[in-house]
């Protein structure tokens, strides 16, 4: 955020604690929000259902464990976008309860620094209403597997690294990408895509057909690699990619993709 940018939340959700108690989302663009801001949030609307953060700064772990253990019977939302959240060395993820929620979208690859995958994945697990996961670059191709196996209802997805942070043969790679996207069919977005090695990209083809949203935006593939993957993206509506796929990957996407609106 600009210095001296002033947009800073304590003093609206101070406000909003006293006259609108039952406040059910709060959707915040660039503003500063402490982690005693969202402690605040936490505690004084027990019907909270949604956070949204886009470009916000001031907060870290430590307020995300306030909201995932003071929100979380009826957390719906917890979306985090475009900000690199501060690391305190909290586990939040862990501070979910260990019930069944009502969470349906958990956005956090913004967050970079590790989590607690099994407490994650234990968390998909009782989150059977979820359809859209973001993941941070911590989480390894082998445990994107595992979440996507545990939740094939998801229709949006942002994977984490397809790199093998477990020390897996890239074989085993391989094999857990084809299996994840096979199990997942659901999926019309999907975004992530970090450290992708070309021969991992058939993984994707199970999903292709439904995609309305692909983002190749952390993938630098050229057009010949591109072009066995876009030629089974026909509802596609939105593109994101990089200029290494030129004008002959660019023209390939034109020639499939007849419901394009943002390239």
Known sequence: MPAHWGAHFGPWVSAMA??????????LKRMSVTDDDLALLAESFPGFKGLVLVCCDGFGTSGLAVVASKCS???RVLDLIEYEVIDDDVDWICCFPESQTCLESLMFDCVEC??????LERLVIRSTSLKKLRLNSYVSIGQLHRLMVRAPQLTHL???SFSSLEGN???DQELDCVSAFAACKSIVCLSGFNEIFVDQLPAIYPVCAN???LN???????AEQLKPVIRNCHKLQTFWVLDSVCDE????VAATSKELREL
Not at 114 to 119: G, Q, R, Y
Not at 216 to 222: C, D, L, P, V
């Open 18 to 27: 006293k006259a609108y108690p039952w406040l059910e989302k709060v959707y």
């Open 73 to 75: 019977l009826k957390l």
């Open 169 to 171: 043969a890239q074989g």
């Open 216 to 222: 190749f935006s952390y993938a630098n593939i050229s």
């Open 114 to 119: 590790l989590v607690n995958f099994e407490a």
């Open 249 to 252: 990957g660019l023209k390939a």
């Open 158 to 160: 942002r994977t984490g």
């Open 211 to 213: 995609l309305t949203n």
